[in-house]
């Protein structure tokens, strides 16, 4: 009991472990790619690093289009742009606060949907239970890259006659229904953020099969000029910089190599994790960048609850975290409005139960073994952890 940090122990860390600790490309490649960036002087706006990654995406996508954006909210926000959305949008409120803020932004309503337990993913069902004639679309989220229902959400906005279009943030390289994610719906909205599997630094996209929609995002991605002089709508400043697509060449010329390490880290986690009753780590079925550990924490058989895990964790430097708690829902701007709540559940209990652990570069075999092993010692201990945590709590 004594060894844990929490109880006065050295913490099982010198250094932090975090979730999504980016794996980089190759440095050199990626200092060839700013010389040559500073020697022509095109820093932005559509430069020759941005149209190639743009290209080689949409090659490996299969999709017409890739329209690269300086995040992955800008894009979610664009594609609402584009299609001209008004009223209410249905999505999860098990997602990143910036699913919901970017349709707050484009003056649309987001309306917050029931998840299934097992996907994390919109339930179908509650979905179509939540349409009526304000519904301009759905807008479903690949969480963890899992695939969301797409056939049958696909179905749903067909019969409705709504557009329907996906946040993917963390679904590049995924696949739903053997097909790789990014040519669904509308349009699809990437993140590439340093913590995503695929990262530009910052930056996102949007990918579409429709020429029409693809030709507007281009458009207000860069303030509506359709040309010199020629303002076609309101547009904005959404475009990516060189810098950041010479780092996404850099590391899409590896991504296959980070998805097999991340691979082999979710293997390990799954081979090492459940060992200890009461944690059970999300497999993914469909193809997928195994970049999110999601861990469900059951307090009955652990004995700890999830936050006094993650409080035990955090004094051992081992920072896992709880995404997506509370659920949009129960944050600003949302929480405070008057309006009737749909049955969230689901939600409401993953959002309690939910940890993600530490992922990405320098997780190795003997990381996960030392963190399983912290775990087995806060679960032997857990009535004084239990007692330590009602005394001290913060
Ligand atoms: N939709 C969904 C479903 C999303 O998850 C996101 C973003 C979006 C939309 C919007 O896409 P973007 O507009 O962001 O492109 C992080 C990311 O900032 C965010 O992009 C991501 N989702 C979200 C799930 O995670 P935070 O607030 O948790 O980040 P932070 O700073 O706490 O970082 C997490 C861990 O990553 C840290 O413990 C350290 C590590 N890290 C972080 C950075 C920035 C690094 O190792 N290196 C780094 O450079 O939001």
Redesign the pocket.
């Known amino acids: 009991m004594k060894d844990l940090a929490i109880f006065g122990g050295d913490p099982a860390f010198t250094q932090s472990l975090?979730?999504?600790?980016?794996h980089i490309g190759n440095k050199h490649d990626y200092y060839k790619r700013l010389d040559a960036m500073f020697e022509s002087r095109m820093f932005t706006n559509d430069g020759p690093f941005v149209l190639e990654l743009e290209n080689k995406i949409a090659d490996y996508l299969n999709v017409k289009h890739c329209i690269l954006t300086c995040?992955?909210?800008m894009a979610?926000q664009l594609i609402c742009k584009a299609l001209d959305l008004k009223g209410e949008v249905i999505l999860p409120s098990f997602?990143?606060i910036?699913?919901a803020h970017a349709l707050e932004w484009q003056g649309l309503t987001p309306v917050f949907c029931d998840i299934n337990t097992e996907t994390h993913n919109l339930d179908p069902e509650s979905c179509l239970a939540l349409i009526n004639n304000k519904t301009s679309a759905i807008l479903g989220?690949h969480?963890w890259g899992n695939g969301c229902y797409v056939s049958e959400l696909e179905k749903i906005a067909k019969d409705k006659n709504i557009p329907l279009f996906f946040?993917a943030?963390?679904a590049f390289g995924c696949s739903s229904e053997n097909k790789l994610i990014g040519g669904f719906g509308a349009a699809e909205a990437f993140?590439f953020?340093?913590?995503k599997a695929f990262s530009t630094f910052?930056g996102?996209a949007v990918t579409t099969n429709n020429d029409e929609l693809a030709n507007r995002i281009r458009n207000y991605r860069n303030f509506g000029f359709i040309d010199y002089d020629c303002v076609d709508g309101l547009g904005i400043n959404a475009k990516m910089p060189e810098v950041c697509a010479a780092m996404g060449l850099t590391n899409f010329e590896q991504f296959e190599e980070t998805v097999n390490k991340n691979k082999q880290t979710h293997d390990c986690y799954l081979n090492f994790l459940p060992k200890i009753k009461g944690l059970k780590v999300m497999d993914y079925s469909d193809e997928s960048n195994y970049q999110y550990i999601v861990v469900e924490v059951d307090e009955n058989l652990l004995g700890v609850s999830r936050d006094e895990l993650l409080m035990a964790l955090h004094a051992e430097n081992i920072?896992v975290?709880k995404?997506f708690y509370p659920g949009c829902h129960n944050m600003e701007p949302y929480v405070s409005r008057n309006r009737k709540q749909n049955n969230l559940g689901n939600t409401e209990y993953l959002a309690k139960n939910v940890l993600v652990f530490p992922s990405g570069f320098g997780i190795t075999e003997n990381v996960i073994k030392e963190i399983v092993s912290t775990i087995e010692n806060i679960s032997i201990h857990c009535s004084e952890v239990k007692n330590y945590f009602s005394q001290n709590h913060h």
């Open positions: 975090c979730v999504n600790r980016p995040n992955g909210t979610i997602t990143f910036a699913t989220v969480l946040d943030a963390h993140s953020h340093a913590t910052e996102g920072l975290r995404y």
